[in-house]
């Protein structure tokens, strides 16, 4: 799908994938952070040209994936992160998780 919607990122929540990693397979890179079942789980996805240009990446959690790349004039964070979806928690409670997560780790 990324080659025929000509996308250079994807990113991908829900993945199911166990632990961490990154894949590569016919010219796409797979970034990927998931927990020790198959539930939940992030990823990025990236072409060979943005691949190149990654110079970090970290699993934070199975929720949060963040890869950092440099530009022509900068370097540039993309942070990949999927929320808590139940009833038990509010909107507002959800957001504030979910900042807390990525300023303590990031």
Same mark, same amino acid.
């Given at each position: 799908?990324? %080659? &025929? @919607? %000509?996308?250079?990122?994807?990113?991908? $929540?829900?993945?199911?994938?166990?632990? #961490?990693? %990154?894949?590569? #397979?016919?010219?796409?890179?797979?970034? @990927? $952070?998931?927990?020790? +079942?198959?539930?939940?789980?992030?990823?990025?996805?990236? *072409? %060979?040209?943005?691949?190149?240009?990654?110079?970090?990446?970290?699993?934070? $959690?199975? /929720?949060?994936?963040?890869? &950092? &790349? !440099?530009?022509?004039?900068? +370097?540039? #964070?993309?942070? !990949?992160? $999927?929320?808590?979806?139940? *009833? !038990?928690?509010?909107? /507002?409670?959800?957001?504030?998780?979910?900042? /807390?997560?990525?300023?303590? *780790? @990031?």
């Amino acid at each position: 799908e990324m %080659k &025929r @919607y %000509k996308l250079g990122i994807l990113g991908v $929540s829900e993945m199911r994938w166990t632990g #961490s990693g %990154k894949i590569v #397979s016919d010219d796409i890179t797979v970034l @990927y $952070s998931g927990g020790d +079942h198959h539930e939940r789980g992030v990823g990025i996805l990236v *072409n %060979k040209d943005i691949a190149g240009a990654i110079i970090g990446w970290e699993p934070v $959690s199975d /929720r949060i994936i963040t890869i &950092r &790349r !440099q530009t022509r004039f900068t +370097h540039v #964070s993309i942070i !990949q992160a $999927s929320g808590i979806c139940t *009833n !038990q928690l509010s909107t /507002r409670s959800r957001q504030g998780r979910l900042l /807390r997560t990525i300023t303590c *780790n @990031y």
